[in-house]
């Protein structure tokens, strides 16, 4: 399934045709798609192909298209505080986009059939936390992933918010999906060919909604004997932060939306954990870590005229933004390769390695980056 949008050249390209496709509709999606790059999940020989409306699959690593997770995200309706449970976790990707809007008091577990992808997940999870700007730049509630069939899971497990189901849903296991629901909680599903969308109204009624036609593996049934017990696949357990852990989540949230204008005055200070705060006055793109990128400049040209061997164009740019292309084409000339993109400055790390601390508390409120 996919291909319903166009190929872009990096992970913003694939971002905009998303939203030029409508799939992307609100800006919380958007913010979430933007901080974390597709190509960080595939395997090295094949990122060619990350940008892509299309799955991916070797061996027991998956990704659905990106048009499906899109669809995804913006049925759960997220908002921070929520518990989400990923069904078929994969990846990890679609849960770490998930962990951006949920902020630090949600609740972000998986469940995966395979080893390997688990541990393949946490390998990219590890990544992002330690080298991505993005983990900065939002307050992240970090995904626990465990082995297990998710038609195995225990009868009296928690009940969660928001539920995602990455692999097709035979009907009759409709019903046992709707019960992993508090009520009010979402559901999204692939079920009879079609991505589902069932909100738990009360304790025994549903509104259900049919999104898209889709294509997904169903779901691997359970193997054991008839004699034999069924094998119980228990969630991740849900663990009360310490006070440490809720210091640190603190301190970083209060260095994020404070900024110094220059005049000693604190700027942006809230009193919510909400997703991107303070980013505008800190000077950062409001989606996350956007990277300064050369576009083809689209312009209506009344007349075109030759002289010098120079085509000049009417009724297009202004002269300020021509003189900068000219600039940039001088220097592309004169190094012999085109402009580089430009990472943005990271303020939250800047503003934490200022501090008059010690080395080993700053690199706790780094979250343990490594140096």
């Known amino acids: 399934m996919g291909g319903a ?35 960080d999940y595939y395997l090295d020989e094949y990122r060619d192909n990350a940008y892509k409306d299309l799955a991916w699959r070797h061996g027991n690593i998956h990704l659905s298209a990106p048009c499906i997770y899109s669809e995804v995200m913006e049925a759960l309706e997220l908002h921070p505080g929520l518990s989400f449970l990923n069904l078929g976790s994969g990846t990890g990707y679609l849960s770490t986009m998930v962990g951006l809007i949920l902020g630090p008091f949600g609740v972000n577990h998986g469940i995966e059939l395979h080893a390997d992808v688990i541990e393949y997940a946490y390998q990219k999870l590890d ?4 080298t991505s700007d993005s983990f900065d730049k939002f307050e992240f509630c970090e995904p626990s992933f465990v082995v297990g ?31 992993l629901l508090k009520v009010g909680g979402i559901l999204v599903m692939p079920l009879e060919e079609k991505l589902t969308k069932i909100v738990r109204t009360g304790l025994s009624s549903w509104e259900t909604k049919k999104i898209i036609s889709v294509s997904f593996a169903p779901l691997v049934l359970p193997k054991h004997s008839p004699k034999s017990k069924p094998k119980m696949a228990p969630l991740p357990k849900y663990e009360v932060r310490t006070l440490q ?3 640190r989540i603190c301190i970083r949230h209060t260095l994020r939306v ?30 996350g870590p956007r990277f300064k990128r050369r576009r083809v400049h689209r312009r209506h040209c009344n007349t075109l005229m ?48 200022g501090l008059p601390l010690p080395e ?10 490594e140096k």
């Open 5 to 39: 949008v166009s190929a872009g050249e990096d992970n913003d390209d694939l971002i905009d045709n998303l939203k030029e496709a409508y799939y992307i509709r609100t800006d919380l999606v958007e913010r979430a798609f933007r901080a974390i790059d597709r190509a």
């Open 127 to 130: 990544s992002f936390i330690k």
């Open 149 to 179: 069939n998710c038609l195995e899971i225990p009868p009296e497990s928690r009940h969660y918010d928001r539920v995602y189901c990455g692999a097709g849903v035979q009907k009759e296991h409709e019903e046992y999906m709707k019960n």
């Open 245 to 247: 852990e809720l210091a």
């Open 258 to 287: 404070t900024t110094d204008g220059g005049d000693g005055q604190a700027r942006g200070r809230g009193s919510s954990f909400s997703v991107g705060r303070g980013l505008a006055a800190a000077g950062l793109h409001k989606y």
């Open 306 to 353: 030759l002289a010098t061997r120079q085509v000049v164009a009417g009724g297009g740019m202004a002269p300020e933004a021509e003189e900068r292309d000219e600039e940039e084409e001088e220097e592309e000339k004169e190094t012999g390769e085109l402009l580089r993109p430009q990472p943005a400055v990271n303020i939250l790390r800047e503003r934490i390695l």
């Open 360 to 369: 080993p508390l700053k690199m706790y409120l780094l979250y343990y980056r």
